[in-house]
Nanobody, 127 residues
């Protein structure tokens, strides 16, 4: 069974930077085959995709809201994915969820198909 644990997050001022990380674990799992990414859910809103990266980390894609400000990276040796967020805005305030997907297809993760979720971590951007 795959288990995802997020870390980082917290409170930051508008324009500041923050990072969230996710460590994956599971008996017999080779996470280097998985696509990994991040979603977020603001209060009263649906969970939406933010960023995703391929198994190698060489292909990464971003939502329009994240493009140019956020950077996703992964370390397959540590089974970790990291989201670095810069130039943060109050509208970035949300619970951020780590997500992994076994098919290796980025679009499957983006659409939420067979995604495994972390428990979520709060990011708050103060105005």
């Amino acid at each position: 069974q795959v288990h995802l644990v997020e870390s980082g997050g917290g409170l930051v001022q508008t324009g500041g930077s923050l990072g969230v990380s996710c460590t994956a674990s599971g008996p017999g799992q080779d996470f280097s085959d998985y696509v990994m990414g991040w979603f977020r859910q603001a209060p009263g809103k649906e969970r939406v995709w933010v960023a995703a990266t391929s198994w190698s980390g060489r292909n990464s894609i971003y939502s329009d809201s994240a493009k140019g400000r956020f950077t996703i990276s992964r370390d397959n040796a540590k089974n970790m994915v990291h989201l670095q967020m810069n130039s943060l805005k109050p509208e970035d305030t949300a619970v951020y969820f780590c997500a992994v997907q076994k098919t290796g297809v980025l679009n499957d993760l983006i659409t939420g198909r067979d995604v495994i979720w972390g428990q979520g971590i709060q990011v708050t951007v103060a105005s």
